[in-house]
C-alpha cells in the first residue's frame, strides 16, 4: 500500500545517501531542480546518524545502495543500464555493483526445492552442496542428480525475496511521486517510469521460470556456434522459485593468471568475446545483457560460456539493420550515409537538415578514429552518437541503449583480456556478414517470401473481404457519399491474395 508509511523507509534512504556522499552524486549526475535537491536534503540530513555506513571501499553510490540491501542493489543494477535515464557518469559507476550478500541457510534452501518439487530432495539429488554464490535474489548450490549422477547448478530464491521487493518498491513508488509533487520540473526525469521499469525487470527475475525460458531460447539460438556454449536448462527441475541448469565448470573469466596458467591465448579470447556478442544481436536480435566477467567462464577445451540469464536484451529485426548500416558506415567512414540512413529509419525528424546531420556524425567518428587502435572504443562511439541524435531530436530507444551499455561493458571484458585488442577490425567480419545475409539479394527474397506467406493467410477470406468492401461501398453511393473508383481496388486485392496463396502453397 503506497502511503505515508513509506515515510520512515525513505528517511532511511536519505540518511544512508547522506551519510555515504551518494545523495550529492546522484542529484548532480540527474541535474535535479533545487527544490528537489532541498527536499531530499530535508529527508537526510538531520537524519544522518540513522543511515548506513557502508563498504568506505566503494563509490559513493554503490556504497549507499550495498548498504541500503538487496531491492536497492538490483535497483543500481538496472539503473545502470539506463544511461538515457540517469546519465552516462553515474551509469558507469553503477556498473561496479556486485550483488554478493551473504547466503541463507541450505536447510531453507532444501526446504524450498522439496516444496516446489513436491518430493523428498533425496529423490531427486544424490546430494546438495552449501551455497558456491549468492546474490540479490537467490543462490545457487551444486548438486548431482539421483538417476544419473550429473552434476546441476540449482538456483534457489530465496526466502520472502518477493514480499521485501513489493515492499521496496511500493517505497520507490510513494518517493517517484513525492519527486513530482515537491517539484514539478523533474517530471523530465521521468520518476515513475523509472520505477515502472524496475517493477517490470524484477518481478520477472522473482519468476525463474522466465529465467529458464531466456537460457532456453538462447542455447537453441546458440547451439551451432563453435567455441560458445550455454548450460542446458532442466523444465522437469524449474519451477517458480528452483531453477536447475546443466554444471559448467570453467575459469572466472575475470581471473587473468588462471586464464594463463591453462594455456588459453587470451588475444583470441577477447576476440571471441567480442564476435560472439555482435553475432547474437545482430543475427538472432536476441543478446546477454549481463556479460561482466562473473557470467563469463573458459571451459577446458577453450569454449566460452555464458552464465545468468536474468537480464537479456531483443531488437527486432529492422532495428538490427538500422544498428548495422550505421555501424558499417562509421566502419567506413561514411557519415552521409550514416546519416541518411537515421532519416530512413524515421528516427531523425524530416525537418532536420541531413547534410548538417552528416557533418555533427563527422565530429564523432573522426575524433575516435584517429586515436591508437588500443583505444577505439564502440561503445564510446555509440554513447557520443546518441548525444547526437538527442541534439537533432531522436527519442530515445531502450533497445538501443541496452545495446550500447552491453557493448561498453563487452568491450571492457575484451581489453581485460587483451589491451591492444582492435575493436574495429574484430567487429567488421561480423557485422558484413550480417548485412550480406540481410540486406543483400537474398534477403530481399526471403524477406517477399515472408510477405506472400502471410498474405497467403487471407487466401480463404479474400471472398468474404470482397463482399464485405462492395456492400461497404454501396451504402456509401447510396448516401451520396461515392469514393473513387473501388473497382481496380478489388480485383487489386483479390490478385494479391491469388497470388500469395499460389506462392505460399509453393513455400
Known sequence: MRGPHNILRLIRTGATFERTGAMRVVLEALDAPPS???AARVLGWPFKWLGYKGDPSLSPAPRALTALGPAYIKFGQILSTRADLV???LADELRVLQDKLPPFSTAIAKQTVEAEFGRPLGEVFSDFSEPVAAASIAQVHKAHLLETGEAVAVKVLRPRIEQAFRRDIDAFYFAARMIEVLSPGSRRLRPLDVVTHFESVVMGELDLRLETASADEFAHNTKDDVGFHVPR?????????????????????????AIDKAGHDRAQMAEKVLATFLSHALRDGYFHADMHQGNLQIAANGDLVALDFGIMGRIDEYTRRVYAEILIGFIRKDYQRVAEVHFEAGYVPAD??????????RAVGEP???????????????SYLFEVTDRFGMETRTELILLQRTMVVVEGV????????NIWSVARPTVERYLVDSVGPKAVIR??????????????RLPQMAEDFLIQQSQKTEHGNAQKPWFGRVV????????????????
Open 447 to 460: 524477406d517477399v517470401a515472408r510477405t506472400l506467406q502471410v498474405l497467403s493467410r487471407f487466401g480463404p
Open 36 to 38: 528537489l535537491r532541498i
Open 87 to 89: 546519465g552516462g557518469g
Open 352 to 361: 532536420r537538415d541531413v547534410d548538417e546531420f552528416a557533418r555533427a556524425l
Open 414 to 421: 575484451a581489453r581485460s583480456l587483451d589491451p591492444h585488442i
Open 233 to 257: 536448462a532442466r523444465w522437469d527441475l524449474s519451477s517458480r522459485r528452483v531453477m536447475t541448469l546443466e554444471w559448467a565448470d570453467g575459469i572466472p573469466m575475470g581471473d587473468i593468471d
Open 368 to 382: 575516435i578514429f584517429g586515436m591508437d587502435a588500443s583505444r577505439i572504443s564502440m561503445g564510446r562511439l555509440l
Open 492 to 507: 487489386a486485392l483479390l490478385a494479391v491474395g491469388a497470388l500469395g496463396l499460389v506462392i505460399g502453397m509453393l513455400l
